[in-house]
């Protein structure tokens, strides 16, 4: 009786506290909250239009587990733009997907009219959009997402925060 009783709170413990999803059901706030960290690559340049892409390959983590993190951004051109404090920086718009361990997805992108801030190889962005979509446990999901990034070179850290409609 004594060892039933032990599996069975051993195995309650591991559903709550092991499986990084499990207590989601108690969390409060945005429904996703999550500190990004990784690398990113300028991929392309147009010489036309002034413009570059930029790939970014993370690891996301919050209550809801951990994601990898891939971004594709379109930033530029460079140059004056009031918008940044120190006066220099260019139009942005992204497209991100998130695929979890369980293999669920999720994606969103920039709303318009978004910007990032470059000072030396030090950027800066706040950035608003659109949950477009996902599989899994984020079937048919829609929604809001708003995020604040930092990069140095090739490295990057964001926060990025969403709500579901």
């Not at 978004?114 to 962005?125: K, L």
């Amino acid at each position: 009786m004594k060892t039933g009783i032990f599996i069975g709170v051993a195995a309650l413990g591991f559903a709550l506290f092991g499986v990084a999803d499990a207590h989601s059901w108690w969390h409060s706030g945005p429904d996703i909250s999550q500190r990004i960290s990784g690398s990113n690559f300028i991929v392309g340049f147009n010489e036309d239009t002034g413009q570059f892409t930029v790939l970014v390959n993370a690891i996301a983590k919050g209550p809801r587990g951990t994601a990898h993190h891939d971004v594709r951004a379109v930033v530029g051109p460079m140059g004056p733009y009031d918008r940044c404090a120190n006066g220099y920086g260019g139009d942005l718009s992204q497209v991100w997907v998130q695929t979890y361990r369980d293999g669920s997805l999720l994606s969103g992108v920039t709303d318009e009219g978004q910007f990032a801030c470059q000072s030396g190889a030090v950027s800066e962005t706040y950035v608003t959009g659109t949950l477009t979509g996902g599989t899994g446990r984020f079937e048919g999901v829609s929604g809001t997402w708003e995020a604040e990034g930092y990069g140095e070179g090739n490295l990057t850290t964001s926060t990025l925060t969403a709500e579901f409609d």
